[in-house]
């Protein structure tokens, strides 16, 4: 997903005065020219320094020209030149971008490093940073381990294609995700190139762009299951492919936390790992809050892993996290009150399973009492509403992105609770239900929420899973269930830090649809749950370790100097919910980004306007429907462009129907007009 940066207005005195070079080309070996930025050490000529890479497609000279040189000036003050790339097909770059973390981008950005390495400023040694695509790009590249790549800083990434990103989630279609982010990428990706990089063959190579286009739903709809597709360009298949170190960096708000836990397991080069309380942007910035001198830490990293510096960055604790203190449930939060705590490792010696069976209407510690005998049984015949007052699966600060108050939801679900607790308890990393359970149809889902209760009843996500029950046996096969058979399944929930006080009481809450975080299985189902010794929920309790104490406080956030803007404007964007209680339907509006940002140096202007709406009807999942639409805007004196991408998408009990429209406009005529029509077998979801 593509990061949104916000500098903050704070700056901080170069420590070297810095020179841009706005465009270079890099010629690939199939005639492809690629576009890049880079900001210097004025004197790096005579003193060469190590490069830092940042490789994405949402374009150098304006989408993200603001937030690039924030780091660009910053890094560079700090003794590193920091190149910002253009995809191929992105941006200023030729060709066509085909499908996100391809096999030819990887080759691409290879190129780009060894380019980087031989420029007569560098040193030889190149790293590479990024947030969401930015990120994943590292790992991968880290995974191809060429040899100038000394050492990578993921952001808000992923090492897994297929399980931890914005399609599939725990091998349920992502309704939420999926659509809204492929047409996005369609409006974004078909903006033209700048006329003052590229010359007046600009237009011809837009409408080479808009004829090339792809609409990105039709690889991701098309492999519903975790094949070759998924695994290439997923870190995860080798982690021993990764030599070089690596700084993972999560947070709590966001999607891709799970990443940093299993980078810190699994890579056996120099490893960090550091999860704050963030949502979907850089933790200088902190949405929600506190923000941490993170640039100060980029800078430790890559002076240690490029430069050798003996700074003792590898010699603090592999895991730092931010242990969230208990709050009432809310749609958004400027700050998150907590604590940063430490581990040595993961698994962490100071985090234990701490295991709880249903009773027939209680949540029970194991070895403290009673269990309810396997014949008892709970059953429920799911809502398809549940899952609206959800929040998001990845945040980035904007309004309405956390979930609400839990009761509607609750009250929808099969729920059991725990006695309230005689003391405080904090949780880090991922808890898991394993649940004995049977459904009355082949196809269907099952949806696991930890929840805490407050004594006045307030109820507060702490941490939620999905599994396609078709997928129980990987991810990589489609196995019906057996109809009304029980079976033991497992539901891993994503990772989480929270502090349940004493007096709390914890609640699983298990039910069988999710809007619109999953897509709903075909028919309407029935779950039956049965209590019992086979049923547990395993939560990782913590306790405060010794390095917590020893921790070294991390300094006020600093910042390189963002290009200046000003904002034509900014509308109050977030989520909207309208039912029509005569049909039983239900509408959520997602209003993600609309604004409209002037580039002061160049008078470009950016707009945006990005809408989603997600509509479903009580007691018919194949009413499901994803409206997207995205127009995106460049104009300046005597440049004028819009690209609007737009996409419908529907099921019926076999297949799934995506209708994309994507078109262009010059100057207010419209030069390029495309749809799209996609049907794919519903591959067990």
Not at 7 to 28: F, H, S, Y
Not at 57 to 74: C, E, L, Q, V
Not at 399 to 405: C, E, G, I, V
Request: aromatic share 8%.
């Amino acid at each position: 997903m593509s990061p949104r940066q916000s500098p903050a207005a704070q700056t901080v005195a170069a420590a070297r005065p810095v020179r841009v070079i706005d465009n270079d080309w890099i010629e690939l070996p199939d005639g492809v020219r690629l576009a890049i930025r880079i900001w210097l050490p004025d004197d790096a000529e005579a003193h060469p320094v190590s490069a830092i890479l940042d490789s994405v497609p949402y374009r150098k000279s304006d989408g993200t020209a603001i937030g690039d040189a924030d780091w660009g000036t910053y890094f560079a003050a700090h003794g590193f030149a920091y190149a910002r790339v253009d995809l191929r097909g992105s941006g200023d770059s030729s060709g066509i971008l085909e499908d996100e973390y391809t096999e030819q981008e990887q080759r691409d950005a290879e190129q780009v490093i060894a380019w980087l390495s031989d420029r007569p400023w560098c040193t030889r040694a190149v790293g590479m940073i990024g947030v969401s695509w930015g990120g994943f790009a590292a790992l991968q590249m880290a995974a191809r381990h060429p040899d100038q790549l000394r050492g990578v800083v993921a952001i808000h990434a992923s090492d897994d294609r297929y399980a931890d990103d914005v399609h599939y989630v725990g091998g349920c279609v992502s309704a939420m995700d999926m659509s809204q982010w492929a047409t996005s990428m369609l409006a974004y990706l078909n903006q033209p190139p700048d006329p003052q990089v590229v010359g007046d063959g600009w237009r011809q190579a837009w409408l080479e762009r808009l004829n090339g286009a792809k609409a990105f739903i039709e690889p991701w709809l098309g492999h519903q299951r975790r094949d070759a597709y998924w695994q290439q360009g997923s870190a995860c298949e080798d982690y021993g492919a990764i030599r070089c170190p690596v700084f993972a960096v999560g947070g709590w708000s966001d999607g891709y936390r799970d990443m940093v836990f299993r980078m810190v397991e699994h890579v056996r080069s120099p490893v960090r790992g550091l999860i704050g309380p963030w949502g979907h942007t850089s933790p200088e910035h902190g949405a929600p809050g506190p923000a941490i001198g993170f640039l100060q830490e980029c800078v430790r990293f890559f002076a240690a892993s490029l430069d050798g510096a003996q700074n003792g960055f590898f010699e603090e604790p592999r895991l730092v996290t931010y242990m969230q203190d208990p709050v009432a449930p809310a749609g958004t939060y400027a700050e998150r009150p907590g604590r940063w705590v430490a581990d040595p490792s993961w698994p962490s010696p100071a985090v234990e399973s701490w295991m709880h069976s249903l009773g027939p209407e209680s949540l029970d510690e194991v070895g403290a009492g009673a269990t309810a005998a396997a014949t008892v049984s709970r059953s429920l015949r799911g809502l398809q509403g549940t899952g609206v007052d959800g929040g998001v699966w990845c945040g980035d600060g904007s309004s309405a992105d956390f979930a609400l108050d839990q009761r509607p939801d609750d009250g929808a679900s099969l729920c059991w609770d725990s006695a309230p607790l005689a003391e405080r308890v904090e949780l880090l990393g991922k808890a898991e239900a394993q649940l004995e359970l049977s459904v009355d149809r082949p196809w269907t889902l099952v949806a696991v929420r930890v929840c805490d209760v407050a004594p006045d009843g307030r109820s507060t996500l702490v941490a939620r899973g999905l599994l396609n029950l078709a997928r129980r046996e990987g991810h990589d096969r489609s196995v019906p269930m057996p109809v009304n058979e029980a079976l033991v399944v497992r539901v891993p929930l994503q990772s989480t830090a929270y502090a349940i006080p004493a007096g709390h009481r914890i609640r699983l809450a298990v039910s069988n649809t999710y809007w619109p975080m999953a897509w709903p299985s075909p028919q309407p189902s029935t779950l039956t749950v049965l209590c019992g010794s086979r049923s547990l929920l395993s939560l990782p309790r913590r306790r405060p370790g010794e390095f917590d104490a020893r921790l070294r406080p991390f300094e006020v956030a600093e910042h390189g100097t963002p290009l200046a803007s000003e904002k034509q404007m900014v509308r109050d964007c977030g989520r909207r919910v309208r039912r029509e209680l005569s049909t039983g339907a239900i509408e959520l509006e997602f209003d993600w980004h609309g604004s409209r940002t002037r580039i002061i140096a160049t008078g470009t202007e950016m707009g945006e306007e990005n809408v989603t709406t997600y509509r479903i009807v009580e007691g018919d999942p194949l009413s499901a429907t994803v409206i997207c639409s995205v127009e995106v805007s460049l104009a300046r004196p005597g440049w004028n462009t819009r690209t609007v991408a737009t996409s419908t998408m529907t099921s019926d009990a076999e297949r799934f129907l995506v209708t994309t429209t994507l078109d262009a406009f010059d100057e207010n005529v419209r030069i390029h007009a495309r749809t799209y029509t996609h049907h794919f077998p519903r591959d067990g979801t």
